[in-house]
């Protein structure tokens, strides 16, 4: 059983950064693509970003490409996901996810494991 536990999150002034964490547990981390995900309250689920194994192909959303960095870890199982000149608009619940697809996508339908949340809260 594949675990994802996200954690970062909390309350930031626009303008500020976060750097959010997602340690995986239960299978070989480094042989799955993994991506980041948000939901704000009353919206859909959108894709953040994604980087497939072992690492080096990434994309991003059009929203957050150039202030948000996802990395990884395959050594200490965590994905990362830098953010940079947040703004009120990023403030949402954002979730980890995990793919055996093995290439970086943006569909949530090809990722098979899911974290619980950890919320991003930015204040204007």
């Known amino acids: 059983q594949v675990q994802l536990v996200e954690s970062g999150g909390g309350l930031v002034q626009a303008g500020g950064s976060l750097r959010l964490s997602c340690a995986v547990s239960g299978r070989t981390f480094s042989a799955y693509a993994m991506g980041w995900f948000r939901q704000a309250p009353g919206k859909e689920r959108e894709f953040i970003a994604a980087i497939g194994y072992p690492g080096e192909s990434t994309i991003y959303a059009d929203s957050v490409k150039g202030r948000f960095t996802v990395s990884r870890d395959n050594g200490e199982n965590t994905l990362y996901l830098q953010m940079a000149s947040l703004k009120p608009d990023d403030t949402a619940l954002y979730y980890c996810?995990?793919?055996?697809?093995?290439?970086?996508?943006?569909?949530?339908?090809?990722?098979?494991?899911w974290g619980q949340g950890t919320q991003v809260t930015v204040s204007s």
């Open positions: 996810a995990g793919s055996r697809l093995g290439y970086a996508t943006p569909h949530f339908w090809d990722y098979d494991y």
